[in-house]
Structure formats: structure tokens, C-alpha cells
């Protein structure tokens, strides 16, 4: 390719050629005009000729007349006299007159000629007057010769000069000849550059085009899976839907899938992803305007088009089904689930982007609830999501503003009816959604990173205000998985027993068994620590996480406490009795205490009577109350002796 700085000098030489030859041809037109011109205006010669054949017409009337004496040559005579006279005089103006001043003899010769043919004035005035026109006639002869001669050096000046245009002209006509091949040859090379040029340009927008195409591949596809990325989806094409299909958009999630990478790296992560993504590939196959993308991470986007809402979500549950089959990676064989949100749209909505984030939207709360399963969106999941994000910017500020604090709920030993302690629970009071429940609001504290600071508020109020109660009185606040994770647990603790005065022994902490689900090694290190420190360590909602019992040996609990499901139904079949009975026996091995949660009925305090059970707690006993409230129930004393009971019947 010709460099672009060659073509731009190689042009401009070119254009100057051009413009000079231009000028050069202008020059010479002109010059060959102006040679034209000369040749017209010497043409001496010719003029030089009228006046010879004028005298020699008069020469011919006079001797006519000399022998014949007829009026007429007389006349004809007089007559060409007076035109040679006037011949005469034209000849010493303009071109002629040039000519006769161009040489001196010239001038002599005309002028003698002129003062001779001047002296027969009077002669020629009337002829007939003339005595000897014989002697008139020999007088005349000289006139002649003389124009003759004159004649003569015309013509010879006339051809000389005709010879010096002629030669002029030849040059420039050389010269134009010169300048048209110069112009046509660099019109020509022009041509050919600008050819060239074209060439190299074409050649350059065909790279440019297919470095364009690569990067638009790249762009719009993921390096691991090469399937299409979210920006692929953007691009998603409406016209391949045939009339009167729905649009359906199944959004995956692969459940798990940070475990796989944690556990056997990320590599294997990969490869898993490569597999699944084959497999999903494998399924839009056969659909028709089938699309199926990575959003990134362990998130697919399957776009398909269905009959109607049965077969979306016949399409939907396969895809699980398929993607839940066994993987063969590295000569092992894995298992992972898989989480799916289904949004349908039919002609009038058909907005792939809006889909896609109403399947996202549909995923994310079967997460929440119902892992493994495949949910259908509807409006009022965007209702959830648009409160959960109220709540979670309205979280911010609420402890600032006062509206999160502490109630207590009393815990009894069951034995003496008296009170033990208190369970810590957060109350939300939103100053336009009312009483916020902490099962609604703890998640969001979680997922939004803000539970480590309302965790902290919980046990720094919570240490200050069992400092109100009795010493004998415990309190316990709930932990949350994350707030272990993000760290500063121990120390957040050690603060607050410190700033309070409160004995590390009257603080309880509980957590829900999923914690050991997460990071077991780091959460029992962080549980270990507060457990060396003098603080008691209860497993919260026993019996409603995994079958494993696996962690309860892997850590030293001080309490259990097991779930109110357990105690609902009690009175009403044998089961839940078994069950508690069951955990006691495990926990009196363990060197546990139980609590009971959730006792709301004298009925199900009489049956647990029967059984060796330590501590209650539930609505019979007291709702969470304000710290005032509940010091104020404590300084009463125990409460009753339990068939005396009615003191909190409950109301829900
Ligand atoms: P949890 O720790 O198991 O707390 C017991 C829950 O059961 C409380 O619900 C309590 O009001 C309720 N409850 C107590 N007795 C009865 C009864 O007889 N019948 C019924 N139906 N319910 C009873 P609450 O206050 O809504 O708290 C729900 C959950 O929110 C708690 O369960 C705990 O896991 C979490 N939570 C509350 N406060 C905090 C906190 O400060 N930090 C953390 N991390 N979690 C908290
Ligand atoms: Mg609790
Ligand atoms: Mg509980």
C-alpha cells in the first residue's frame, strides 16, 4: 500500500505540474496568437502588388491614348493617376508604412518614387492639354521600375518575416505538443495513484470491517462458555418471532455454585460452566428464535418462543431437570441444582430487556424461598422488590433516627416458673410503613451489608440495658451469619460488655444453624473466641435447618433451642413430644440446656412438664416489650405456677 504521506506529496507535485503546464499553455496560445496577428499585419507583399498593377494600367491608357487619342484612355489614365496618388498616400500609414521605415533605401526609393509620380500632377490633371505625350509616356517609365522595386523588397520582407512567424509558431506548437503529453501524462499518473490509492483504502476498509466483526464477537460473547453475553441480548432480534408466539425468558442461577468453586477451585468452577452451558445449548436447539446467553458468574438467560404458558413452563422445569443431571469433570462426577424465574410476554409486550428483568426478578424470590424450583413472575413480585428497596434505603438512617431498638422477651425456667433471661429482638417502627418485622427487615440488613451495624446497635444496647435488670437475669441477642463473616464480632462484644459493665456471663449469643453452613472453619474460630470469654453460645431454631447433625459435634453448644414448629402442634399428636424428648436425651449428652420457643398455650406447658425440659419461652410467658415494660414484669417477681397461668393469654 502506497504510504499515505507519499500519496499526498506525489499528488501535490502532480497538481503543480498540472497548474504550470496550465499556465505555460495559456502563455503559448497567446504568443501564437500574437504571431497570427504579425503575420496579418505584414502581409506587405499583396499591398505592394495593388500599386504596380495600377501604374501599369496607367502606363497602358496613356500610350493607348498617345496613339489613339480617345477620350476614354484619357479619362481611364487620369482616373488610375489619382487612385495611384491615393495608393500612394495609404502606403505611408500602418503596416506599410512599417515596412518602408525598416530600411532607409526603402524610404529613399518611395519618397523619390513619390515626388516623381507627384510631378505629373498637372500633366495628369487634364491630358488632353499635354503637348508630347511620347515625351510624357518616356518621363513615366521610371514610375514602374521604382514600385517594382519596392515591389520586390516587400515581397522578400513579407517572406522573411513570414519565415520568422512560421518558426515561431513551429516552437510553440513544439512546445504546446510538449505541454499536452506532460498534462496527459500526469493526468494519467494521477489516475493511476488515485487507482492505487482506492485499492489501498478498499483493502483497509475490508480490515477495519473485520476487526469491527472480531470485536463485536468479542464484545458480545462470553470468553468462557462463547455464548452470547448480556450485551448479545440487547441485540435480541424481534423479528424471528413467528405471529402469536410468546416471548418466554427463563433466567438460571445455579444453586450452590460458590460452594463448587470454594470447595474444588475455580478452575473446576469453569469447567462446570462449559458443561452446563453445552447442555442449555443443546436444549434452545431445536426452538424456534432459541437464545441463550451468560450474564456472568453462574447466571444463563434462555430466550425462547411458546405456544402458551404450559409449554414456558414445560420448557422451564426440563431446563432444571437437564441442567440438574450429573456433570463428569476431571474423571469425577458432580451434582449442582439450579434456580429459574420464567417471564411470558405476548405481541403487545415484547421487550425482550423487560422480560429479562422480570425473569431475574422471579429467580431472585424463588432463591429466597424455594430453591430448585422454577417460578413465574408476576406483578406483585415487583411490589416485594420495590418495598424491599424502600426498606433497604430506609435502613440506613434508622437507627440514627431511633426507629430500630431492642424489645425483650422473657425466658422462664420451666421448673420454677421463674424469669432467667431475656431474648434481645429488634423492633422497626417506620415512620409511614409502621412495625417493620425483623424476619422482613434482618435479610435485607444481610443482603444489603448493613447487619453488622444494627448487629452491633442489638448487643451494645441490649449489654446497657441488662444492666436495668437483675443479675441474675441473662440477656441473649441474636447474630447473624454475616455479621460473623464480616468480622469485628469479638471485639464489637468486648466494647460492649466493657462500656456497659455488663459480665461476660449474662450475655447469650444465638445463631441459626445456617452459619456453619457458609465458612464452618471461620465461623466456629469467631464462636470459640466469644465462648472463651465467659459467653454463652446457643444454636437458635433447632431442627429446621439440615438433616446433618453433623455440627453439633463440631462445636461445643451451650443451649439449643428448639423451634417453635416443634412445639405447635404439641397436644395434638405424639410426634412433636418425641421429637423434643429425642433432642433432650442429645442434648443432656452433649452438655446442652434446651430452650423451647414458641409455647403460647397452659396446654403445651403441661405436656413439656412431662419432659425434662429447662427453659421456655413464648407468648403464654410475655411478647417482646420495651426494656421498661419487661424490668417492670421482672421486678414483679416469677410469674404463676403454670395450670394458674392466664397471664398473657395469647392474642394471635
Ligand atoms: P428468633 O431469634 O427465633 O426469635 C424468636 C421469634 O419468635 C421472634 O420473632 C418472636 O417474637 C417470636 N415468638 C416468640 N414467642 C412466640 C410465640 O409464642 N409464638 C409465635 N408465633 N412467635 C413467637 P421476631 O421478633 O419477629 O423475630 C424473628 C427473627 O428475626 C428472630 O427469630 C431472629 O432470627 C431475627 N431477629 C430478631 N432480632 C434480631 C437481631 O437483633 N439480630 C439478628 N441477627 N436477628 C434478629
Ligand atoms: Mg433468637
Ligand atoms: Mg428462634
Redesign the pocket.
Given at each position: 500500500m502506497l504510504p499515505l504521506v507519499w500519496f499526498r506529496q506525489l499528488v501535490l507535485v502532480i497538481v503543480a505540474v498540472l497548474g504550470i503546464s496550465a499556465v505555460l499553455h495559456a502563455r503559448v496560445v497567446q504568443d501564437s496568437a500574437d504571431a497570427v496577428n504579425r503575420s496579418m499585419r505584414f502581409d506587405v507583399s499583396w499591398i505592394g502588388a495593388h500599386g504596380r498593377i495600377e501604374a501599369a494600367q496607367l502606363e497602358v491608357y496613356l500610350a493607348r491614348y498617345a496613339a489613339l487619342r480617345l477620350p476614354a484612355d484619357a479619362e481611364s489614365a487620369e482616373l488610375y493617376y489619382q487612385i495611384l496618388l491615393g495608393r500612394l498616400d495609404s502606403w505611408n500609414v500602418g503596416g506599410y508604412r512599417e515596412f518602408l521605415d525598416s530600411s532607409p533605401a526603402n524610404r529613399e526609393t518611395f519618397d523619390r518614387l513619390r515626388l516623381l509620380v507627384e510631378s505629373f500632377e498637372t500633366e495628369f490633371s487634364d491630358l488632353s492639354q499635354v503637348a508630347s505625350l511620347s515625351d510624357l509616356l518616356e518621363a513615366w517609365r521610371p514610375v514602374g521600375p521604382a514600385i517594382d522595386q519596392l515591389g520586390a523588397e516587400a515581397t522578400t520582407s513579407a517572406v522573411s518575416k513570414a519565415a520568422e512567424i512560421r518558426e515561431t509558431l513551429t516552437g510553440r506548437q513544439e512546445v504546446q505538443n510538449y505541454l499536452v503529453v506532460t498534462l496527459l501524462g500526469a493526468g494519467l499518473l494521477l489516475l493511476v495513484l488515485l487507482l492505487l490509492q482506492n485499492r489501498s483504502l478498499w483493502r483497509a476498509h475490508a480490515d477495519t470491517r473485520r476487526v469491527a466483526d472480531d470485536f463485536a464477537y468479542v464484545a458480545s460473547h462470553d470468553p468462557l462458555t462463547g455464548l452470547p453475553n448480556r450485551n448479545a441480548l440487547t441485540a435480541y432480534n424481534k423479528t424471528d418471532r413467528p405471529i402469536g408466539h410468546l416471548l418466554a425468558v427463563v433466567a438460571l442461577d445455579l444453586d450452590g455454585f460458590k460452594q463448587v468453586n470454594d470447595t474444588w477451585s475455580h478452575l473446576f468452577g469453569d469447567k462446570l460452566l462449559v458443561q452446563v452451558a453445552q447442555r442449555l445449548r443443546a436444549l434452545i436447539r431445536d426452538q424456534p428464535g432459541g437464545l441463550v446467553a451468560r450474564l456472568g458468574g453462574d447466571e444463563f438467560v434462555i430466550m425462547t418462543q411458546s405456544q402458551n404458558l404450559l409449554d414456558a413452563q414445560a420448557f422451564a422445569e426440563n431446563v432444571l431437570v437437564e441442567v440438574s443431571q450429573p456433570y463428569e469433570i476431571d474423571g469425577g462426577k458432580i451434582t449442582i441444582g439450579a434456580t429459574a424465574g420464567l417471564a411470558l410476554a405476548d405481541d403487545q409486550r415484547w421487550d425482550a430487556m423487560t422480560l429479562m428483568a422480570d425473569a431475574d426478578l422471579a429467580q431472585n424470590d424463588a432463591k429466597l424461598s424455594s430453591k430448585g424450583s422454577v417460578r413465574l413472575y408476576n406483578a406483585t413480585l415487583r411490589q416485594g422488590v420495590e418495598r424491599r428497596l424502600r426498606l433497604e434505603n430506609a435502613l440506613r438512617d434508622a437507627i440514627g433516627r431511633g426507629e430500630i431498638v431492642?424489645n425483650y422477651?422473657v425466658q422462664v425456667d420451666l421448673r420454677t416458673n421463674g424469669i432467667v433471661g431475656v431474648?434481645?429482638?429488634?423492633r422497626w417502627q417506620h415512620p409511614e410503613l409502621g412495625a417493620v418485622?425483623?424476619?422482613e427487615f434482618?435479610p435485607i440488613a444481610e443482603a444489603s451489608g448493613q447487619?453488622a451495624h444494627?448487629?452491633r446497635y442489638?448487643i451494645e444496647q441490649a449489654c446497657r440495658d441488662a444492666m436495668l435488670l437483675p443479675d441474675d437475669i441473662h440477656v441473649a441477642?441474636?447474630?447473624?451469619v454475616i455479621?460473623i463473616m464480616q468480622g469485628e464480632v469479638i471485639e464489637t462484644v468486648e466494647n460492649a460488655l466493657r462500656n456497659s459493665g455488663l459480665p461476660a456471663q449474662r450475655l447469650k449469643l444465638?445463631v441459626?444453624e445456617s452459619v456453619l453452613m457458609v465458612n464452618p472453619k471461620r465461623v466456629i474460630e469467631v464462636l470459640e473466641g466469644l465462648r472463651a470469654r465467659g459467653i454463652a453460645i446457643a444454636l437458635?431454631?433447632f431442627g429446621t435447618g439440615f438433616s446433618s447433625l453433623s455440627y453439633l459435634s463440631t462445636f461445643r453448644w451451650d443451649e439449643l433451642k428448639i423451634d417453635?414448629s416443634f412445639v405447635k402442634n404439641l397436644g395434638e399428636d405424639t410426634l412433636g413430644l418425641a421429637i423434643i424428648e429425642a433432642i433432650l436425651v442429645m442434648a443432656k449428652e452433649l452438655g446442652a440446656k434446651v430452650i423451647v420457643?414458641?409455647?403460647?398455650t397452659c396446654k403445651q406447658v403441661q405436656l413439656l412438664e412431662r419432659t425434662d425440659c429447662d427453659i421456655g419461652?413464648?407468648?403464654?410467658f410475655g411478647r417482646?416489650e420495651p426494656i421498661d415494660t419487661v424490668r417492670a414484669t421482672i421486678s414483679k417477681g416469677r410469674v404463676p405456677a403454670v395450670p394458674a397461668i392466664r397471664i398473657v393469654e395469647?392474642t394471635t
Open positions: 431492642p422477651q431474648e434481645a429482638l429488634a418485622s425483623p424476619a434482618i447487619i444494627i448487629g442489638m441477642v441474636n447474630l447473624s455479621q444465638e441459626t437458635d431454631d417453635r420457643e414458641g409455647i403460647e419461652q413464648g407468648f403464654l417482646p395469647p
